[in-house]
């Protein structure tokens, strides 16, 4: 059993739409963060979210942790082509092991 | 600028020969971590070190060890690949500090992976 669910799993949108990944956890959380992967490369961090109810934003990604720190949306503004790639969520529950999401793969067509 | 290294980025090796990958980091952190990851998945841990404290995932098949033999680097040998050991493997570190795990946060930053590749 995942302790962090993802959704969707995939995910084509055209460019210039908008995209939102979800990750939710019946686990309180610390702080989650995301990662995104591109193709033949290693996960890079993209943001860290501590508090409950905060949104961080990057450019045009909006993260938002819930309230309860049980949860935690992915949010991008006019995706572009560069945008594409696997989306990973993940947050140590209890000590330094981080547990990750399914990941959501996510195509940006031109 | 501090990093995590892979080498070699890409690895064939032939059914049962032992191989072994490698992974240095300028981070300077406590914590190493392999992952095995395959295509579209998310990375799954097969084991960490803490200093040199070597902490195996229940689910890692003995066909895996790893070495630690300073702050910086850390080795993965696979003693005879089968076929479903053909993944990408990702190196990361962490501090593991006491702040980080009193409620703090666990940042880990990542290599840039090895692809292995099994004929």
């Known amino acids: 059993t995942q302790l962090l669910e993802q959704s969707p799993q995939f995910l084509s949108i055209q460019e210039g739409e908008n995209l939102t990944v979800y990750c939710n956890s019946s686990s309180v959380f610390s702080s989650l963060q995301w990662y995104r992967q591109e193709p033949g490369e290693g996960p890079v961090l993209l943001v860290t979210?501590?508090?409950?109810?905060e949104v961080k934003k990057l450019k045009r990604l909006t993260f938002q942790f819930g309230d309860a720190r049980k949860d935690s949306s992915l949010h991008i503004t006019a995706a572009q082509t560069g945008d594409t790639g696997l989306y990973l969520c993940a947050g140590a529950p209890n000590d330094y092991k981080l547990s990750f999401g399914a990941g959501t793969t996510v195509t940006v067509r031109a | 600028d501090a990093m995590v290294i892979q080498n070699p980025r890409y690895q064939v090796t032939q059914f049962g020969k032992p191989v072994t990958l490698s992974c240095s980091q300028t981070l300077n952190h406590n914590v190493m971590y392999w992952y095995q990851q395959k295509s579209s998945q998310a990375p799954k841990l097969l084991f960490h070190y803490y200093d040199k404290d070597f902490n195996n995932e229940a689910d890692t098949p003995d066909n895996f060890q790893s070495r630690r033999p300073n702050t910086s680097f850390c080795f993965l040998d696979i003693r005879s690949p089968g076929l479903g050991d053909a993944a990408m493997y990702l190196c990361a570190t962490s501090t593991g500090t006491l702040l980080g795990r009193l409620g703090g946060y666990n940042e880990q930053f990542f290599g840039p992976g090895t692809r292995l590749t099994v004929l």
């Open positions: 979210v501590v508090t409950g109810g």
